[in-house]
Protein backbone atom coordinates (compact mmCIF):
# COMPACT_ATOMS: atom_id res chain seq x y z
CA UNK A 1 0.00 0.00 0.00
CA UNK A 2 1.11 3.50 -0.90
CA UNK A 3 -0.21 5.30 2.25
CA UNK A 4 0.09 9.25 2.21
CA UNK A 5 -0.55 11.23 6.07
CA UNK A 6 -2.88 14.11 6.76
CA UNK A 7 -1.00 16.61 8.50
CA UNK A 8 -1.93 15.25 11.86
CA UNK A 9 -1.52 11.44 11.64
CA UNK A 10 2.42 12.66 10.98
CA UNK A 11 2.22 14.64 13.74
CA UNK A 12 0.21 12.02 16.22
CA UNK A 13 2.68 8.82 14.95
CA UNK A 14 6.07 10.88 15.30
CA UNK A 15 4.88 12.22 18.89
CA UNK A 16 3.37 8.74 19.55
CA UNK A 17 -0.08 10.25 20.58
CA UNK A 18 -3.12 7.77 21.32
CA UNK A 19 -5.24 9.57 18.77
CA UNK A 20 -4.05 7.72 15.89
CA UNK A 21 -6.58 5.19 14.87
CA UNK A 22 -5.04 1.67 14.79
CA UNK A 23 -5.48 0.68 11.45
CA UNK A 24 -3.85 4.01 10.34
CA UNK A 25 -0.67 2.99 13.22
CA UNK A 26 -0.63 -0.63 11.42
CA UNK A 27 -0.38 0.38 8.31
CA UNK A 28 2.71 2.98 9.23
CA UNK A 29 4.11 0.26 11.16
CA UNK A 30 4.16 -1.87 8.03
CA UNK A 31 7.31 -2.41 6.41
CA UNK A 32 6.01 -3.33 3.02
CA UNK A 33 4.04 0.07 3.13
CA UNK A 34 5.60 2.87 1.25
CA UNK A 35 4.59 6.25 3.77
CA UNK A 36 4.67 9.29 2.24
CA UNK A 37 4.19 12.85 3.86
CA UNK A 38 2.84 15.69 0.99
CA UNK A 39 4.54 19.10 1.04
CA UNK A 40 1.20 20.70 2.04
CA UNK A 41 1.27 19.09 5.41
CA UNK A 42 4.92 20.40 6.12
CA UNK A 43 3.87 23.86 5.13
CA UNK A 44 0.71 23.75 7.08
CA UNK A 45 2.46 22.48 10.25
CA UNK A 46 5.00 25.39 9.33
CA UNK A 47 2.25 27.82 9.81
CA UNK A 48 0.65 25.98 12.99
CA UNK A 49 4.15 26.00 14.46
CA UNK A 50 4.51 29.86 14.03
CA UNK A 51 1.49 31.00 14.97
CA UNK A 52 2.24 29.47 18.56
CA UNK A 53 -0.77 26.95 17.75
CA UNK A 54 1.65 23.26 17.30
CA UNK A 55 4.28 22.50 19.77
CA UNK A 56 6.22 20.31 17.92
CA UNK A 57 9.84 20.04 18.89
CA UNK A 58 11.47 17.85 16.80
CA UNK A 59 12.88 19.50 13.45
CA UNK A 60 10.68 18.24 10.60
CA UNK A 61 12.98 17.41 8.73
CA UNK A 62 14.86 14.46 11.46
CA UNK A 63 11.41 13.17 12.42
CA UNK A 64 10.83 12.32 8.34
CA UNK A 65 14.30 11.32 8.23
CA UNK A 66 14.43 8.99 11.26
CA UNK A 67 10.79 7.43 10.42
CA UNK A 68 11.69 6.46 6.59
CA UNK A 69 8.85 8.80 5.08
CA UNK A 70 8.94 10.21 1.84
CA UNK A 71 7.99 13.52 0.92
CA UNK A 72 5.32 13.93 -2.09
CA UNK A 73 6.04 17.64 -4.03
CA UNK A 74 3.03 18.96 -5.58
CA UNK A 75 3.10 18.67 -9.25
CA UNK A 76 1.29 20.09 -12.30
CA UNK A 77 -0.80 17.05 -12.26
CA UNK A 78 -1.71 17.64 -8.40
CA UNK A 79 -2.70 21.06 -9.52
CA UNK A 80 -4.62 19.88 -12.55
CA UNK A 81 -6.94 17.20 -10.03
CA UNK A 82 -7.10 20.06 -7.37
CA UNK A 83 -8.95 22.33 -9.56
CA UNK A 84 -11.34 19.88 -10.42
CA UNK A 85 -12.57 19.45 -6.93
CA UNK A 86 -15.80 20.02 -5.98
CA UNK A 87 -15.89 22.55 -2.86
CA UNK A 88 -16.81 19.85 0.16
CA UNK A 89 -14.05 21.28 2.46
CA UNK A 90 -12.66 24.45 2.75
CA UNK A 91 -9.24 23.69 4.24
CA UNK A 92 -6.82 24.38 1.23
CA UNK A 93 -4.17 21.88 2.72
CA UNK A 94 -6.84 19.09 3.55
CA UNK A 95 -8.11 19.81 -0.20
CA UNK A 96 -4.23 19.47 -1.98
CA UNK A 97 -3.55 16.46 0.17
CA UNK A 98 -6.87 14.96 -1.05
CA UNK A 99 -5.71 16.07 -4.71
CA UNK A 100 -2.56 14.38 -4.35
CA UNK A 101 -4.04 10.87 -2.82
CA UNK A 102 -6.69 10.51 -6.07
CA UNK A 103 -4.17 11.45 -8.73
CA UNK A 104 -1.19 9.12 -7.53
CA UNK A 105 -3.93 6.50 -6.18
CA UNK A 106 -2.85 6.87 -2.20
CA UNK A 107 -4.97 5.56 0.76
CA UNK A 108 -4.89 8.66 2.66
CA UNK A 109 -4.51 7.86 6.71
CA UNK A 110 -7.00 10.52 8.33
CA UNK A 111 -9.62 10.85 11.09
CA UNK A 112 -11.30 13.60 8.83
CA UNK A 113 -14.39 11.59 7.55
CA UNK A 114 -15.50 14.72 5.48
CA UNK A 115 -12.63 14.02 2.97
CA UNK A 116 -13.56 9.95 1.94
CA UNK A 117 -16.88 12.00 -0.01
CA UNK A 118 -14.04 13.00 -2.70
CA UNK A 119 -13.66 8.90 -3.22
CA UNK A 120 -10.01 8.85 -1.90
CA UNK A 121 -9.57 5.84 -0.61
CA UNK A 122 -8.74 6.59 3.83
CA UNK A 123 -8.10 4.29 6.58
CA UNK A 124 -7.98 5.54 10.60
Do not use: C
Amino acid sequence: MRLLLDTHAFIWWVSEASGLGRQARAAIQDATNEVLLSIASLWEATIKRANGKLDFPIDFETAISDEGFRILPITYQHLDTLKTLPRLHRDPFDRMIVAQAITDDLTLATRDGRLGAYGVATLW
